[in-house]
Nanobody
Framework: QVQLVESGGGLVQPGGSLRLSCVAS????????MTWLRQAPGKGPEWVST???????ARYAEPVGRFKISRNNANNTLYLQMNNLRPSDTALYYC???????????????WGQGTQVTVSS
């Protein structure tokens, strides 16, 4: 059974940084693409970033470079470093097993429960 537990969210001022973590269990972590998604209040879920199983290739929905996805296969953990945060980044952030694009997301049963990120002064 896939289990994904996110942490690291919180309240941060605009321009600040957060590092999200996601501990995975119940599957062979180092053989799967992993993805970060987010859902803002009143909106549908959207893709943020995906990383390959080895950790040497990543894709991002936003090309600006404020976010960086990474993983540690030795401890089954996925990360999202977020810098220069904006109020528009406020959302519930989920990690998910599998790959994604802007139009295709992993099935809901392969997501964690999410961690809240709020960007506000």
């Amino acid at each position: 059974q896939v289990q994904l537990v996110e942490s690291g969210g919180g309240l941060v001022q605009p321009g600040g940084s957060l590092r999200l973590s996601c501990v995975a269990s119940g599957f062979t972590f180092n053989t799967f693409y992993m993805t970060w998604l987010r859902q803002a209040p009143g909106k549908g879920p959207e893709w943020v970033s995906t990383i390959n199983p080895v950790g040497n290739g990543a894709r991002y929905a936003e090309p600006v470079g404020r976010f960086k996805i990474s993983r540690n296969n030795a401890n089954n953990t996925l990360y999202l470093q977020m810098n220069n945060l904006r109020p528009s980044d406020t959302a519930l952030y989920y990690c998910a097993k599998g790959t994604a694009t802007k139009t295709t997301l992993p099935p809901r049963h392969d997501w964690g429960q999410g961690t809240q990120v709020t960007v506000s002064s």
